[in-house]
Nanobody, 126 residues
């Protein structure tokens, strides 16, 4: 059974930083991707970033335009963990952040991710 657990959310002021972590237990994908999505109140879930891999190598991370240059996704293959370093946070980044994993090698669509965490709240105050 695959389980994803996020941590690291919290309250931060505009311009501050947070680092989200996600540990994936029971995940044995030889190829696929792990990513982060977010959902603000009253809005649809949207993609933030993903990092893909194949059997032979890791791929380049991909970022949504609204976080590019501020957020960095990274993966620790040995620990089955993915991280999201969030810098220069803005009030519009306030949302529940979800970790996801799936067998599609790189997708920004939530339907392509089979496994999801419960989410962690990030609140950026102005």
């Amino acid at each position: 059974q695959v389980q994803l657990v996020e941590s690291g959310g919290g309250l931060v002021q505009t311009g501050g930083s947070l680092r989200l972590s996600c540990v994936a237990s029971g995940l044995t994908l030889s190829r696929g991707a792990m990513g982060w999505f977010r959902q603000a109140p009253g809005k649809e879930r949207e993609h933030v970033a993903f990092i893909p891999w194949t059997t032979w190598s890791s791929g380049s991370p991909y970022y949504a335009d609204y976080v590019k240059g501020r957020f960095t996704i990274s993966r620790d293959k040995a620990k089955n963990m993915v991280y999201l370093q969030m810098n220069s946070l803005k009030p519009e980044d306030t949302a529940v952040y979800y970790c996801a994993a799936g067998s599609t090698v790189g997708s920004r669509w939530s339907k392509d991710y089979e496994y999801w965490g419960q989410g962690t709240q990030v609140t950026v105050s102005s």
